[in-house]
């Protein structure tokens, strides 16, 4: 007879899991190169986006970026060299207030940003932080102004984005010696790379739940980067500057200045701008003549009307996909 209490192990012999070590500072193979991008400046990486994905909510979305290549050959680790970003949204209402609520005109408009525990190598806790308070702020700012609001009168949108993966500078660089510029502008575009990725997948999921808006809001970030940190002569550091859109933090080894915005594109206006610029002057001139700021933002008004693209293709996709199940039920 067996004893219920207990948990007996298997019958047979077992071989324990050998599990191939991480690349540590100390290895020959673990430098601080980063990976050479392979797109030109002017292009984005493939975005994945695909709209009703969760029955329960008045409207969903789920956007994914392509994740980039790593080229070098030497490093090798089970651990991912290059992360991606995967992003998923749920649009509630709108939906009536509490009785006790006061009464308003408009519909209240809400926007949370949570990451998932595992989004991050470093784990996240089950609160929200500062950070994801910071980023609903600016979400939440880039879809008021594409909502028609005043249709809803004493009612409540509730836009909930959870974040299951983001974008992180490479592992082996993390705690380097880059007291640099590019660790801060690094992790300042993590943020910002997040923030233009919510803006275009809550966009599908508002427009995926039916809510009367004005136009489609999508995100893009563009960021001015220098290819080399070793030059000495301020000529040649200039020669070096140029603008990228949508950058990822292992392309370059100095990120001076990033920008994300939030455009919609048939009214031409900005309805979020968010800037980081560190210690690097804007008021710098281009060859070009023009000053470094105005470059910046078209250069992030132009990614985000490459991500507009995708987005009006997901929502066609959906719209035809919703007319077919309701020929079919007739």
Known sequence: MTDRRCINGPAGGTTPPVFAAPLTRSSPSNTTESINRSRAPTELRKIFLKTGLTPSASGSAYLELEQGPYSSSSLVSFV?????????????????????????????????????????????????????????????????????????PKSGVEVLVTVLEGEEEPWWNQESNAAQTSHEGSSCLDMMSVLSGC???????????????????????????????????????????????????????????????????????????????????????????????????????????????????????????KLKRSRAGR
Request: with cysteine; aromatic share 6%; net charge negative.
């Open 80 to 152: 991912s060299q290059v992360s991606s970003l995967k992003l998923t949204c749920t649009v509630h209402g709108p939906r009536p207030l509490p009785r006790s609520a006061a009464f308003t005109p408009n519909a209240l408009l809400s926007a949370t940003i949570k990451f998932a525990p595992f989004a991050t190598r470093k784990r996240r806790g089950y609160l929200r932080d500062s950070s994801e308070r910071d980023l609903a702020v600016h979400l939440e700012t880039a879809l008021r102004a594409v909502i028609v609001a005043d249709k809803w």
């Open 199 to 321: 803006i275009t997948v809550a966009s599908a999921a508002i427009a995926d739940a039916g809510l009367d808006c004005v136009d489609l809001v999508s995100g893009g970030v563009a960021a001015i980067v220098r290819q080399s940190a070793s030059t000495s002569t301020a000529s040649s550091r200039n020669s070096e500057i140029q603008i990228v859109l949508d950058p990822t933090a292992s392309d370059y080894m100095e990120i001076l200045a990033i920008c994300v915005v939030g455009y919609l594109r048939s009214r031409d206006e900005i309805s979020e701008l968010w800037m980081s610029t560190g210690n690097f002057a804007l008021s710098q001139q281009f060859p070009d003549g023009q000053a470094g700021a105005v470059l910046l933002v078209d250069a992030a008004v132009q990614a985000a009307v490459a991500a507009r693209h995708v987005l009006i293709e997901a929502i066609k996709e959906s719209t035809e996909l």
